[in-house]
């Protein structure tokens, strides 16, 4: 049954309503299978806010779920695959009917309940008075993160307190069900699977096949519906005993993830995600070769023979980064009362803050240089790298050619805008021809734009630098 073709669940409140509806059962792999079609032949944007796997990743996830599969998302940090998994609710109906008993364990399905308290209800009640609710997607959703996950948690347990109260211990009320469980009907993801308890590996292996459960020997079996999602990092997924072999066969699909291809669908991820409100009395104007230098340095630290690259080098740092940046202007606009708030070089001196932590040095490389040291060696790097973008061989002579006179530029974050352009004044008028940064006349734009070809000259070594709290002097 299609979303449009969903019942008035106003009107079904008991058992004979709904058969009288003409509702019909299905799994929860059929009904994502039925609507992810439905979205599919519609046109519809399937995965929104997802960038850069239009054409790599969210094909084989289709193929995956229409081919009824658990999956496994395999991908090193921040490469959205627990937003992908989350994203599946989408393709869930928007609400299922329940038996709305109190004793029962599950959302169990009205027409096929696995449950003995369930059963039992129905055998002594005409479906006229069995009372029906109504279960929305979002609900059927569950997550778990694998470290310290108890067998308990996941799949259940026998509860000592029912035992004493009287309760045999062979039959369905001792027992407390876990998480995966509850998620009859619907979706559980877990995340880092190498991390999960060998035990539980073990206990998943009749889910996955049989799609039954089985707690401490007891001979109950319950045809679970759920579909099993999983993520890890391929470094700890491959590695020897991390997965117990026979999981691995279980689990129907691998999808694999990736981080952006292209520098561009990294800063548009960076954007997106950012979501940093810089409204207001202190709107926001961000040259783009700032916001190519921010995602720059995590291309450039996923490159570094001093990076762990085991670990990667999330999203995150990008996100982290240009909340930073915009942040630093948007302090300097404040103090300063200019407008708007224009991001420069100089505000990247406060990256350590946002940075540090999430790249881990690689302990074998046999590198001597501190965390931050790293840092800084990479952000020279993206610069150097957007630099050589915008500048022509020509130009960046006549500019060194002006240095060579003794010239002296003192910039920094809290340097006005204005005073830039007379810190600049001894320099050739060729400055502006030569690079064609930015046709912004915006004394803020023309000061980050000054900064950038500053920092450019110093990371290609044809000038030099000296650092002080909070600026930097250039000269030759």
Request: charged residues 20%; aromatic residues 6%.
């Amino acid at each position: 049954m299609s979303e449009s073709q969903q019942p008035n669940t106003a009107q079904i409140h008991n058992l004979q309503q709904l058969i009288d509806s003409g509702w019909t059962s299905r799994s929860v792999k059929q009904e994502i299978a039925a609507n992810l079609t439905a979205k599919l032949a519609a046109g519809a944007e399937l995965y929104p806010g997802i960038v850069g796997y239009e054409h790599t990743v969210l094909p084989e996830l289709n193929i995956a779920l229409l081919s009824g599969h658990d999956l496994l998302f395999l991908g090193e940090k921040g490469q959205a695959k627990t937003r992908l998994m989350r994203s599946l609710i989408q393709f869930l109906d928007p609400v299922v009917p329940y038996l709305d008993l109190p004793d029962a364990p599950f959302h169990e399905d009205p027409l096929q309940p696995l449950s003995q308290a369930a059963r039992r209800f129905l055998a002594e009640h005409s479906p006229a008075e069995t009372p029906i609710a109504w279960w929305p997607r979002e609900q059927r959703y569950g997550e778990r993160l694998a470290p310290g996950s108890k067998f308990a948690d996941l799949i259940g347990e026998i509860d000592p307190a029912k035992l004493v109260g009287g309760v045999s211990m062979g039959v369905e009320e001792s027992l407390h069900f876990g998480m995966i469980p509850r998620m009859h009907r619907g979706l559980f993801a877990i995340n880092e699977l190498p991390e999960l308890d060998e035990l539980i590996q073990v206990g998943l292996f009749n889910l996955l096949e049989e799609r039954d459960i089985q707690i401490r020997g007891l001979p109950l079996r319950y045809d679970l519906d759920v579909m099993v999602l999983f993520s890890a990092n391929p470094t700890t997924y491959n590695r020897s005993g991390k997965v117990i072999p026979q999981l691995k066969d279980r689990i129907g699909s691998l999808i694999k993830t990736h981080y952006p291809k292209e520098r561009d669908l990294g800063i548009q991820i960076m954007q997106q995600e950012a979501d940093l409100d810089l409204g207001g009395d202190y709107p926001l104007l961000v040259p783009r070769f700032m916001q190519e230098i921010c995602e720059e340095i995590t291309v450039q630290a996923r490159k570094s023979k001093y990076v762990d690259h085991a670990s990667g080098v999330s999203a995150r740092l990008s996100i982290s980064n240009y909340r930073t940046l915009l942040s630093s202007a948007r302090h300097r606009s404040i103090l300063l009362q200019e407008r708007p708030a224009v991001p420069r070089i100089s505000d990247l001196g406060h990256l350590p803050t946002s940075s540090l932590g999430k790249i881990e040095l690689d302990m074998m490389s046999g590198n001597q240089m501190t965390e931050t040291q790293v840092l800084e060696s990479i952000i020279a790097a993206a610069i150097e790298a957007v630099f050589r973008q915008y500048v022509t061989k020509h130009g960046l002579d006549v500019l060194v050619e002006g240095f060579a006179k003794g010239i002296k530029i003192e910039v920094g974050d809290m340097v006005p805008a204005e005073q830039y352009r007379t810190r600049l004044g001894d320099l050739p008028d060729i400055w502006e021809k030569a690079f064609e940064v930015s046709v912004s006349q915006h004394p803020g734009v023309q000061a980050a734009c000054a900064e950038f070809v500053l920092a450019g000259l110093y990371a290609m070594e044809k000038i030099s630098r000296s650092t002080h709290h909070g600026g930097s002097t250039y000269q030759l």
